[in-house]
């Protein structure tokens, strides 16, 4: 067994029921993509658009790609298409847009809210009293081509196991009481993509969805 079959092997025993992998591929040549494809991998997460693209014109066509990272309106166009879920949408603006590629393509793309629950001030997301207000304004239900599936998050970039379960269970509550107060009888709202490869361990506690694990699979990114 290859390194990446062994890695991936060794996560997926973690891995309780209901917790799905995303292999984050992004900056790993298409071969090592393979390489988890082959080891039964089939959910990928990219973050940059024009990698993506180059990518999955090369690569099986069964290959789940969530798009993990921040995403520019100008950049929606060419994922939308194809993008099976867009995990970090920050703005409602976003949102918006995200609707319209999809509705163009004839597609509903799972899109997650990503909270700002980390110490840095530099992480973008809502705020969980923002995102509380752009649910309130209800807007977002006319988004049909672009239904809320979730929230995501990522904790604050420490070795503090104890701060980094604290974002995590911050993002878990606002999740809980969004589900109660805005999706109660909407299954689609379901996903908690938390936990990355310093972290998923800790994230787990709190039930993740899907977990995104790159540089545990695929070792160090070369930039
Ligand atoms: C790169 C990235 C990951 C994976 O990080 P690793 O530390 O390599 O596991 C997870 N989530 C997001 C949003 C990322 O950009």
Redesign the pocket.
């Known amino acids: 067994m290859g390194r990446i079959a062994q890695e991936l092997d060794e996560i997926r025993r973690e891995l309780p029921e209901g917790t799905r992998l995303v292999a984050?591929s992004?900056f790993h040549p298409t071969e090592a993509v393979r390489e988890a494809y082959e080891a039964g991998q089939r959910i990928f997460?990219e973050?940059h658009a024009q990698e993506l693209d180059a990518k999955r014109k090369e690569l099986p066509a069964d290959i789940e790609w969530h798009f993990?990272?921040h995403l520019q309106t100008n950049k929606v166009k060419y994922i939308a298409p194809y993008v099976s879920m867009i995990?970090?949408v920050d703005s409602f603006k976003l949102l918006q847009e995200i609707n319209k590629r999809a509705a163009e393509n004839n597609r509903h793309i799972p899109c997650l809210l990503e909270l700002h629950v980390a110490e840095e001030v530099t992480k973008y997301g809502f705020t969980t009293e923002a995102c509380d207000r752009m649910l309130a304004a209800g807007e977002w239900q006319q988004l049909v081509n672009a239904p809320i599936a979730g929230i995501m998050c990522?904790a604050s970039n420490t070795d503090d196991e104890q701060r980094i379960r604290e974002d995590f269970k911050k993002a878990h509550d606002f999740f809980n009481y969004a589900k109660e107060t805005y999706f109660k009888n909407d299954e689609r709202f379901c996903e908690r993509s938390y936990g990355?490869?310093?972290d998923y361990r800790i994230a787990l506690k709190e039930q993740p969805t899907l977990v995104?694990?790159?540089?545990?699979i695929f070792g160090e990114?070369v930039y």
């Open positions: 984050v992004k997460g973050s993990i990272g995990h970090a990522m990355m490869t310093h995104r694990i790159g540089t545990k990114r």
